[in-house]
């Protein structure tokens, strides 16, 4: 574990949420495809320089195959996201974002045969009990109303299906910049999605997957339209590579992910002074525990 690595993984955690924000306020109105394209094309001209002035770092064919497994969970993801980010509200749908590191914890026991210890269980629990009291006021009448709420609220299901791609891409990440160099990897990967789904929505919509008529009208947006937001959510997605490229270099991966996903607190306090989200107590409440079960979770690996 090399010194430094907390502020650096912190500044990622606050780049995230300000980028979700950003496109949340800015274009929400489009598909969740043309929000895919915004997000990974607007950061290509802050990290293209760097491939272009630097000497690139010697690739083995691990990197290769790596990042060959990466690209489609990555774009999958990617869609997900963004169809949570706009039909839910900012506050009930990044939270979710927290199950990563549970998720890693189940991959572990089922691929590697990781036992969960008790302080590790304890964090399962801080988590999901977080979640439960993102939906506390719904839940007043029945104990049992904030998990339908859960069921009810498409955000926080996609968000859930996101959380768990995560738990894979992260630890691949980490991979391919051990067969490569953390700067390089950050703004090379970055460029390659911001090629790659543009291209994976263009062949969509021409041979008619999703909803033809709202890929046709939203698919593929025009940074000229608005070209202030699209430099807002650009450089803060490049501050979001970067820190956490360097920051999983500097330190364990899961810890890094665990301050990153502080990201929901952030963005919670997003929903309620941008978006003036109801019920902002609850969600707060719910993303702190959320928040302290990572925690235990990581101290507990």
Known sequence: MEPGWFPIALVTA????????????????????????????????????????????????????????????????LILYMEALRSSPLSLSVPFLAFTPVFIILTGWTILGEKVTTTGLLGILLTVTGAYCLHLKAGRKQWSAPFKAIIRERGSRLMLAVAAIYSLTSVLGKRAILHSEPFFFACFYFCLLGLVVPTSVFMARHIGLGSPRRLAATGIPDPRSQPLSWTAVGLAQAVMVLSHMWAIHLVNAAYMIAVKRTSLLFSVVYGKIIFNEIDFKERISGAALMVIGVAIIVLAS
């Open 14 to 77: 606050l780049a995230t949420a300000t980028g979700d924000m950003v496109l949340k306020a800015r274009f929400s109105r489009l598909s969740a495809a043309g929000m895919a394209v915004v997000r990974s094309v607007a950061p290509v001209p802050f990290l293209l320089p760097y491939l272009l002035f630097r000497p690139w770092p010697a690739t083995d064919h691990i990197f290769w195959q790596t990042l060959a497994i990466l690209l489609p969970f990555e774009v999958l993801a």
